[in-house]
T-cell receptor, first 113, second 112 residues
Framework: DAGITQSPRHKVTETGTPVTLRCHQT?????MYWYRQDPGHGLRLIHY???????DKGEVSDGYSVSRSKTEDFLLTLESATSSQTSVYFC????????????FGPGTRLTVL | KQEVTQIPAALSVPEGENLVLNCSFT??????LQWFRQDPGKGLTSLLL?????REQTSGRLNASLDKSSGRSTLYIAASQPGDSATYLC???????????FGPGTRLSVLP
């Protein structure tokens, strides 16, 4: 357990509404990641952060933005949710001094109607 | 672009069998390789991490090997148990440990 929590754990929303998912870590890790997991596509990287206010795009970043104003929090925002963004979203960190071993949060199941 | 595949996609074995799961990657310039298990509706749990300079890692009944030059890793599970039933994923990283790419997973069922 790397002290990673995600909120909310479940969310149902309507097309066109903004949605923000939160990832919180308690162990001061530098790198944080957002993935989505979909049947037939596996896990795909959306965005990642390598420090406060330092972020970069992943493989499937279109339609998503992120922010990291504190080391412990990494926010994922869907500015205008679409049905194609229905998915399970996972946050992850890489542990310091552990050869970049990744640890995952419990996930957020998002349904966009 | 790195691509990761896993064979088989699904596997069903009787309890007590030893089994091997396979992971292949197209670009051998990796920083490390990590194996995870995922139970239905849950997050990923790290099982083993192999650095690019290592050949294998062991944890209990699990042994993971890495042949970087051929782009292959195997996860060996000894004396399988029903509690081992889960989906097993491998992931490789480049660029000094970032930019992880995941395989699609192998769904394992161990029958009592």
């Amino acid at each position: 357990d790397a002290g990673i929590t995600q909120s909310p754990r479940h969310k149902v929303t309507e097309t066109g509404t903004p949605v923000t998912l939160r990832c919180h870590q308690t162990e001061n890790h530098r790198y944080m990641y957002w993935y989505r997991q979909d049947p037939g596509h596996g896990l795909r990287l959306i965005h990642y952060s390598y420090g406060v206010k330092d972020t970069d795009k992943g493989e499937v970043s279109d339609g998503y933005s992120v922010s990291r104003s504190k080391t412990e929090d990494f926010l994922l925002t869907l500015e205008s949710a679409t049905s194609s963004q229905t998915s399970v979203y996972f946050c992850a960190i890489t542990g310091s001094g552990t050869y970049n071993e990744q640890f995952f949060g419990p996930g957020t199941r998002l349904t966009v109607l | 672009k790195q691509e990761v595949t896993q064979i088989p996609a699904a596997l069903s074995v009787p309890e007590g069998e030893n089994l091997v799961l396979n992971c292949s990657f197209t670009d051998s310039a990796i920083y490390n390789l990590q194996w995870f298990r995922q139970d239905p509706g849950k997050g990923l749990t790290s099982l083993l991490l192999i650095q690019s300079s290592q050949r294998e890692q062991t944890s209990g009944r699990l042994n993971a090997s890495l042949d970087k030059s051929s782009g292959r890793s195997t996860l060996y599970i000894a004396a399988s148990q029903p509690g081992d039933s889960a989906t097993y994923l491998c992931a490789v990283s480049g660029n000094y440990g970032q930019n992880f790419v995941f395989g699609p997973g192998t769904r394992l069922s161990v029958l009592p």
